[in-house]
């Protein structure tokens, strides 16, 4: 029996049937790298003890890393759910199309790249499969249609698009209603206090037009946006922090707002930085991962921080 996820209000009503929980989205690039086994566990645990319902992966996660060849995160995933029984309760997101070039959304492609994460994720159903980048050179309607192929299958429930810009994603959407095919209801682009050009006006007026629930990905800027990279020797503090680099000068403003709010609310910057983006137009919830249970509990927090109006539009105006 599939879950009915609660209906998420984001400044304006929808009720997509892959986000359900708490209006948080666990990503998963973290585990079978920096959250191994056990400790990869142990924050899978906490998030489902929270509420949390949603996750997050791809089957390029953790190709990156010396030794790694992709479906890492995947597979530790999949060991959770099948160990802990809790399968129909989680709404398991993951993508597909960045192990390569445009090959990859060739129809025969996409479906064999589907049935691989279904069985390192040991499920028969994929709640919410992505298109994990667009290909600028290849015709948006074949993208469609090979996702709409996957969808056909029966192993899809629903489809995404991940890294898309507003022009083509709106060719996409019209393409699909042309042909008859699965339209992407779920847009997954970057954006967060300190990038915003990926989330731009025009996606967010096509994201509220067309019904499209945005979760955005690096929510907290690879943990800048916790604090803990203020410096450049604060980069050393952990294996994600040459991530953080590229906003080190162009975020202090966007710490200095978030330090005074720290000092107004009690919460934590990570929990601002998330609720920030929860009250952001066409986002029904971000995308953020934990390395530790320590970690997830302070992501956990946003979900119960409401920013005021005036707070809000201080942290909009230090980007």
């Not at 309760?89 to 790249?113: A, D, F, N, W």
């Not at 200095?256 to 066409?282: F, K, N």
Request: glycine content about 10%.
């Amino acid at each position: 029996m599939m879950l009915r996820p609660p209906r998420i209000k984001s400044g304006d009503e929808r009720d997509h049937p892959s986000i359900g929980g708490i209006p948080l989205v666990l990503g998963g690039n973290v585990f079978g790298w920096t959250a191994k086994g056990n400790d990869g566990f142990a924050v899978l645990d906490a998030f489902y003890e929270a509420g949390g319902r949603m996750i997050d992966t791809a089957d390029v996660y953790s190709a990156w890393i010396p030794g790694h060849k992709g479906g890492e995160s995947e597979m530790l995933i999949g060991q959770w759910l099948e160990s802990r029984g809790v399968r129909e309760e989680m709404l398991i997101h993951t993508k597909t199309g960045m192990l390569g070039g445009q090959e990859l959304y060739e129809p025969e492609r996409v479906l064999r790249s589907l049935d691989a994460s279904l069985e390192r994720l040991r499920t028969e159903r994929i709640d919410l499969y992505y298109a994990h980048r667009d290909y600028a050179e290849l015709p948006v309607g074949e993208i469609v249609a090979a996702f709409d192929r996957a969808m056909r299958t029966g192993k899809v429930r629903e489809l995404g698009a991940s890294n898309f810009s507003a022009e083509r994603l709106s060719e996409a959407l019209d393409a699909a209603e042309a042909t008859g095919a699965t339209p992407f209801t779920v847009l997954q682009n970057e954006y967060n206090l300190v990038e915003r050009a990926k989330y731009d006006p025009a996606l967010q007026r096509l994201c509220a037009e067309r019904d499209i629930a945005m979760l955005p990905f690096f929510g907290l800027a690879s943990g800048y946006l916790t604090g803990k990279y203020r410096e450049p020797a604060d980069l050393d503090k952990s294996a994600r922090g040459a991530r953080a680099k590229g906003y080190l000068e162009k975020g202090a403003p966007v710490l200095a707002a978030m330090d005074a709010i720290a000092v107004e609310t009690g919460a934590s910057l990570a929990a601002i930085a998330l609720a920030w983006l929860r009250a952001q137009p066409g986002i029904a919830a971000p995308i953020a991962s934990a390395r530790t249970h320590e970690q997830l509990q302070t992501l956990v927090e946003s979900t119960r921080l409401e920013l005021s109006a005036e707070q809000l539009a201080r942290l909009g105006a230090a980007g």
